[in-house]
């Protein structure tokens, strides 16, 4: 097992403050000249550039190359007005690491080859400490710092333990990962061992990665959704806390812990912690600032979708989210999730702008 | 376009009572001897009987043969002590008697061979009558009537016009239905006109089949979680209110009003109707009641993923389900969304006879 403080050194973590502060003002909720926005997945698909770096490498190889993970993570920071940029990595590789087999398989998505299957299983996991196993995105971070020149901050990202477990275990992905939901039914002490192994690699990789320069880290709970209250309760909670509680006391960046169909979990993502809440679209953001209160950052929630166009209607239903965050301090205007890969650029465009210019 | 009234009998609908009517108490939230169960997708692939019919037979022919179709729905009416049957059948059969091609691929799911994909394709659409079109599933329900001999009350169905515009466009099953999304953002006219097509049939062959005894009607809109409040306002509850109202003064019987992934929009079902508002497992039931108030029964809400095993598990979930709404006249157990296939068969009479025995 990976103890976060192992690699603890004895210099504290010091960011550079970044020219263009919005997004971490809005993250310790303090008063802003503007609404800050980046979009999640901000890299990727939807973008010519990205496209034909993606035709030459595989996803994997553009992850491992530092450089080449830089110049993604670049390439939306100078196409559009962007407030933050997000390292390019992808969520999977640190179950890689250890040794669970991943590949990317084109046009069926990612799959393990030694999936946790038995509690017997777990004695397979290698976990190592993240500047070992996952030394190429720390090494992006630092490259992509140089790159961004202090403009904007820059964040990193894991997934999160629940997340993951469920590819550990199913293999692969799925719509409802009733093989992870299984294993953790009739084997729950074996499911929290996978939780307890995974959540100290995941602290220890944000901590990392906040060392290596990274301004925030976000917690990316994508598919906690399939639960609901009492098994997150029991299941999830504990082990995001301690994340998120050990990336504070470690180096003191702010954290966004987000997930997708969470509406009914709200209210025990915010007591798992996390600076900022991310909340999908499925709830009026009137509602989720209600049900979230004044303790707390909140990011979110435009439903992807609607960046497919057309842009009256995106237009609408930002102004409409804007409105509902016009008192607030602490928000950050992001997608309900990931922007999807069908998306027109000049959309994205035509939406960062669209969220500078507006007056509520 | 069906007018739901141009089929209109002039006898009123008289539906036989049956001995067993917890039920039905529980929709008029009337005073209960016992708390009703049933579950969703209840007939299925998780019985040996059911399996043993597939063999030799495909889903539509199974669904349009009305001996078939009643034998199925009996199937799990026999082997547990259910409070209500459901009349076996799909939601999309009703697309495939308007011309849009469906076929049952082996390991695929449905496919549609002529789905919609541009507004003029509207007009290819053919609706008939429900008595004609979906003539086999009416004469379903009457056969299976005679088959429960008045033990227990017999729910008729029908997929909701979102989720099957879902379908008519995108062609398919899918995780985030993004072509549907788009069609609907790109051309709302013709979305707004497909789902005028569709509520009109839809309401249609709901009353046929109260009209042909089914004593309660379940409204399926299992998709229609991928959707924000706002759009969920514009696009969907003014259709599904207008199918419910339809059946109310049409026919008086119960109407159940279900979605999965809706607590953000729980408060928009209720407004749009129905005398149940069923509720999937995301939401603790103690919120899910408090929300929807006291004006509605409400349906709900066990995670199906917990029927995998182990029992002690599932029944401890069923047991606080049923705690919180011990003061709650008008609540019948069921599932948060339909059994998965995986599920043992000794699991489903267990929790039956839990919810049966257990005094809060």
């Known amino acids: 097992m990976v103890e976060p403080t192992a690699n603890m050194t004895t210099s504290p973590t010091v960011q550079t403050a970044p020219q263009n502060d919005c997004f971490l003002r809005a993250c310790r909720r303090e008063k802003n000249t503007r609404t800050p926005v980046w979009l999640m997945r901000q890299a990727g698909r939807y973008m010519a550039e990205y496209r034909a770096l993606r035709s030459r490498h595989t996803i994997l190889e553009m992850i ?3 450089a080449l993970a830089a110049e993604v993570t670049m390439q939306p920071v100078d196409a559009f007005d962007l407030d933050a940029a997000i390292i390019f990595a992808d969520i999977l590789p640190i179950l890689d690491e250890m040794g669970l087999g991943l590949e990317f398989i084109r046009g069926e998505g990612p799959m393990f080859h030694h999936p946790v299957k038995t509690p017997a299983d777990l004695d397979r996991l290698r976990p190592r400490p993240a500047r070992e ?9 630092r490259e992509t710092l140089r790159r961004l020149k202090g403009r904007i901050p820059l964040i990193g990202f894991s997934g999160a333990p629940f997340t993951l477990a469920c590819y550990a275990i199913e293999g692969h992905g799925s719509r409802d990962f009733l093989g992870a939901r299984r294993f953790m039914c009739a084997e729950p002490a074996a499911f929290h061992r996978l939780m307890d192994i995974l959540s ?8 990392e990665q906040a060392r290596a320069g990274c301004h925030a880290v976000q917690l990316f709970d994508s598919w906690v959704g399939i639960l609901g209250p009492a098994d997150y309760r029991e299941f999830v909670l504990p082990y995001n806390k301690r994340i998120l ?12 812990h987000f997930g ?20 999908d679209w499925r709830i009026d953001l009137a509602d989720a600032l209600k049900l979230l209160g ?3 950052a909140v990011q979110g929630n435009l439903d992807p979708a609607l960046l497919l166009g057309p ?8 102004a409409a989210i804007l409105d509902a965050a016009k008192d607030r ?22 939406l960062v702008d669209f969220v500078h210019q507006y007056r509520p």
Do not use: C, W
């Open 200 to 207: 100290a690699a995941i602290a220890d990789y944000l901590v």
């Open 64 to 66: 491992r190359d530092p």
């Open 133 to 141: 196993a996952l030394g190429y995105t720390i090494e992006a971070v």
């Open 294 to 296: 004044n303790g707390v």
């Open 260 to 279: 997708t169909n969470t509406t009914g979990i709200l209210p025990l993502l915010r007591e798992a912690g996390g600076d900022v809440i991310g909340v």
């Open 311 to 318: 842009q009256e209607r995106m237009r609408s239903a930002a």
């Open 329 to 350: 301090a602490g928000f950050i205007f992001n997608l309900g999730h990931g922007i999807h890969k069908e998306t027109p650029p000049e959309n994205v465009a035509a």
């Open 245 to 256: 509680d050990t990336v504070r006391a470690e180096t003191g960046v702010p954290s966004i």
